[in-house]
Structure formats: structure tokens, C-alpha cells
T-cell receptor, first 117, second 115 residues
Framework: GAGVSQSPRYKVTKRGQDVALRCDPI?????LYWYRQALGQGPEFLTY????????KSGLPNDRFSAERPEGSISTLTIQRTEQRDSAMYRC???????????????FGSGTRLTVV | GDSVTQMEGPVTLSEEAFLTINCTYT??????LFWYVQYPGEGLQLLLK?????DKGSNKGFEATYRKETTSFHLEKGSVQVSDSAVYFC??????????????FGEGTQLTVNP
């Protein structure tokens, strides 16, 4: 697509439920990134992919968080057994390739606002 | 590890005032530096960038100069408008070899411009 698309825009879930957040990057972009942004804070890195390969998942806070990008395009971030502390804006971004990042930065989607009640 | 420190907000200015938002960084190598902006209700947008020392990034009247000697990338605008009200984030990237192309962000500075 023309931009990075994330869905849903808003998600309210009960504590203990699993949630899946979707990211559709710019068509042809090799690299896809997930970030989490708490209220009043800057985005924090979670994980990233080149094509379908997960290159770095060091930012995932614990094993309840996982991500996949099985066909090298759309990615899903899954949070199992959600907790209130998981409430945040989850942002996806893409880049034409990993080298391009230091020259062009990322293109971000509008984010998914997750609220765990 | 890499880190970015921004001046604390919020910052409130009158229209046509001069703006400076300070940003300093810590990095192991020679990062690229960025300013992103988040307008109310919208996503993060790249405002400007600089990829090497002494480069000046500019866009929409905003400027920032990459100062290696002071490890800084301060954002400036000579005359702000109400429409500049937003949250501004400073960020760096050390590149794929060093940090796997991740961006490291500061905490953001809220700017409000009053008419």
C-alpha cells in the first residue's frame, strides 16, 4: 500500500485475554519494525524483521510477546495473557531496506492504542 | 548503549517566537540523527535528518545541525506558528552493522504555540 497500515486503531481487552495487532508495511519494503510507546514517553524498540526473518527480538519485554511475518509482508504482534501494564500505543514502521534507515529513517503507521482493563 | 536526551517539556510559546528544543545523544559510533514530529491524533512523521557531522537538516522552517563535538542535534525555528503545536522526538540510528538499523528515541518534547 501507499503507507504503513495498522489495525485495529483501538483495542480494549480484558486482563488475561490474548490480542493480535496487525501491520501492513509499504509495498516492497524489506524491513519492518515494532515499537511500543507509553503515554508521555518516546517509542521503545520491540523487534524487527528483514523479509520474513526476525533479526532482533531483544526489545520484547517477556515471553508473552511474540511477532511474526510469515510471508515477508504483513506482520502480527501477539500479546498473550495481557496485563494492565501492556496498555500503550503499539507502532509499526517500515523501511525499504535496513541500510536505508540511517539515510531516510522509517515510515510509521498510525499505531494501535491498546487498553487492558 | 545508545541513548537520546531531550529537554524537558512542555514548552509553551507565543506565535512568531523563536524555538529551540535541545537534544544530546550517546552513541558508540557515528550515528545518523533525526527529528520526528507527532501532531495531535496523528502518527510519527519524519521532520528532518542529518547523516554526518556538520550536516544541517531542514524542513518546514525547522533546522538542526549535527554537532559531533558536543554530541548534539538541537531543533530550531525562527518563527513558530500555532500549527507547529505537536510533540517532537529526537532519534538516532547507528546503522545496520552496529545496531541492526533500529532507531533510538528521546522521550519527546510537547510544544504548544498560542496565538
Amino acid at each position: 500500500g501507499a503507507g504503513v497500515s495498522q489495525s485495529p486503531r483501538y483495542k480494549v481487552t480484558k486482563r488475561g485475554q490474548d490480542v493480535a495487532l496487525r501491520c501492513d508495511p509499504i509495498s516492497g519494503h524489506v524491513s519492518l519494525y515494532w515499537y511500543r510507546q507509553a503515554l508521555g514517553q518516546g517509542p521503545e524498540f520491540l523487534t524487527y524483521f528483514n523479509y520474513e526473518a526476525q533479526q532482533d527480538k531483544s526489545g520484547l519485554p517477556n515471553d508473552r510477546f511474540s511477532a511474526e511475518r510469515p510471508e515477508g509482508s504483513i506482520s502480527t504482534l501477539t500479546i498473550q495473557r495481557t496485563e494492565q501494564r501492556d496498555s500503550a500505543m503499539y507502532r509499526c514502521a517500515s523501511s525499504a531496506n535496513p541500510v536505508a534507515v540511517r539515510f531516510r529513517g522509517y515510515t510509521f503507521g498510525s499505531g494501535t492504542r491498546l487498553t487492558v482493563v | 548503549g545508545d541513548s537520546v536526551t531531550q529537554m524537558e517539556g512542555p514548552v509553551t510559546l507565543s506565535e512568531e517566537a523563536f524555538l529551540t528544543i535541545n537534544c544530546t545523544y550517546t552513541a558508540t559510533g557515528y550515528p545518523s540523527l533525526f527529528w520526528y514530529v507527532q501532531y495531535p491524533g496523528e502518527g510519527l512523521q519524519l521532520l528532518l535528518k542529518a547523516t554526518k557531522a556538520d550536516d544541517k537538516g531542514s524542513n518546514k522552517g525547522f533546522e538542526a545541525t549535527y554537532r559531533k563535538e558536543t554530541t548534539s542535534f538541537h531543533l530550531e525555528k525562527g518563527s513558530v506558528q500555532v500549527s507547529d503545536s505537536a510533540v517532537y522526538f529526537c532519534a538516532l540510528s547507528e546503522g545496520e552493522e552496529t545496531s541492526g538499523s533500529r532507531l533510538t528515541f528521546g522521550e519527546g518534547t510537547q510544544l504548544t504555540v498560542n496565538p
